[in-house]
């Protein structure tokens, strides 16, 4: 199991979003020894994987795997197109970042949308006309009659005219709700709302996923000149997982397409944020980054006179060093576990040596958390933990999870 990738991915994506200090950037390490922060560590992935026990048997999944089951077993495809504007929808969100005629379900998907009601006499679908809707009304396993119903409802997008995003998206969604009912009662449910600017480019998103205890919810808000991301995984309302970025920039089209399209390579040539502040926390666990782009920016000219691989290298970590900090603390506390630090060193290939910088994280004795942290030896009870609930999985649900 990945954890040191799960973290520096974490700690990586704060540092490519870019981030400023707030009132809650504390400097402060805590006064806990490595081995105690092991410890700590380990028992904060346990607590999240208990988080997750419903997970593993949940009647929504077994129900969302009858449909699957019962779609593959029936004369046509077009039982799966339920999940067309799904794929639809990620497409769309997929692009919001990158990036008004309404066009409907019925316009995208003429042929399948309607109200299926399983018929088990002829092992088909029997359709019902309808314009803004694609539902099917299907038994779950050891039911003598169509007691379950999964839908794809209040659904609405428009055909992108903005000439650089209709290369990449034909159409960008608006809104869709997808529900699964269960003997009249609703055990999970998808809800997505989005309006967008004369570019094209969202203005605001909110996305709200409902399954038993569980809630994701992702909200996005901009302006042309800030930007705020909010997403977070609950469980009866304790939080699982969450994550905030908010930006201070220039977020008009011109700026942002000036900015996608730059070959510059330096890390501050951006142009697009000035200030951010990024957090994501695991339990009690919270991977932070503070960055200052202007900073990075105005340090450009520190380089123009560097003649060799390795004073560059060597420069580059500095200007890192001194406007780019990224921490694992306690959430609670907010007192920092390990602080990051760049540094330059000379790698070697197949065609020699060459010198780069590269980021590790490090405690306050001096020590690193290095491939050595991450290991089975120093997280034995997680790692148990963590096979058993994969275990669990695969066994209830009949799933192979690599």
């Keep these: 199991m990945k954890i040191k990738n799960l973290l520096l991915g974490l700690l990586a994506l704060a540092l490519m979003t870019g981030c400023n200090d707030d009132d809650n950037n504390s400097e402060e390490f805590s ?42 077993t029936t004369y046509e495809s077009t039982a799966m197109t339920v999940m ?15 990036l008004k005629t309404t066009v409907s379900l019925a316009d995208l998907y003429p042929d ?40 794809v409802t209040k659904f609405d997008s428009f055909v992108v005219t903005n000439p650089d995003i209709i290369q990449e998206v034909e159409y960008l969604p608006k809104s869709v709700t ?22 094209d ?3 605001s998103v909110t996305e709200n996923y409902y399954i038993g205890d569980y809630k994701i919810t992702t909200s996005l808000e901009k302006s042309t000149s800030k930007i705020s991301f909010d997403q977070s995984f609950t469980y009866d309302g304790d939080n699982i997982i969450s994550s905030h970025f908010d930006s201070d920039g220039t977020f008009n089209y011109d700026t942002y397409y000036e900015d996608f399209n730059s070959e510059e390579e330096f890390p501050g040539s ?38 060799t691989e390795k004073a560059f290298y060597e420069e580059m970590a500095n200007v890192m060093n001194d406007n780019v900090k990224m921490y694992v603390k306690y959430n609670d506390k907010n007192e920092i576990i390990a602080a990051s630090e760049f540094y330059a ?52 649900y009949g799933l192979t999870l690599q």
């Design 31 to 72: 006064d806990l020894t490595v081995e105690q922060h092991k410890a700590n560590i380990e028992q904060i992935g346990i607590d999240v994987l208990h988080q997750l026990d419903d997970l593993r048997d949940m009647n929504a999944i077994h129900v969302a795997v009858d449909f699957m089951e019962l779609a593959d």
């Design 84 to 98: 067309g504007p799904l794929a639809a929808l990620q497409d769309g969100v997929d692009a919001v970042f990158t």
């Design 112 to 151: 399948d949308v309607g109200i299926y009601t399983y018929n088990p006499e002829t092992n088909k679908w029997d359709k019902e006309e309808s314009t803004d809707e694609i539902t099917y009304h299907f038994p779950t396993k050891d039911s003598e009659t169509n007691n379950a119903t999964i839908s």
């Design 178 to 199: 997808v529900s699964l009912v269960v003997d009249n009662k609703e055990l999970m449910k998808f809800t997505f709302n989005a309006t967008y600017d004369d570019d």
């Design 201 to 203: 480019i969202p203005q």
């Design 270 to 307: 951006q142009t697009l944020v000035d200030a951010s502040n990024v957090w994501v926390v695991v339990g009690n666990l919270k991977l932070q980054g503070v960055a200052n782009w202007e900073g990075l920016r105005n340090a450009e000219g520190q380089f123009e006179d560097v003649e």
């Design 345 to 396: 060193l000379e790698r070697s290939d197949e065609y020699g040596s060459y010198w780069d910088f590269s980021m590790r994280m490090k405690f306050s004795d001096g020590s690193y958390m290095d491939e050595s942290f991450f290991t089975e030896e120093n997280f034995p009870r997680f790692f148990q933990e963590a096979e058993k609930f994969i275990s669990d999985i695969e066994t209830n």
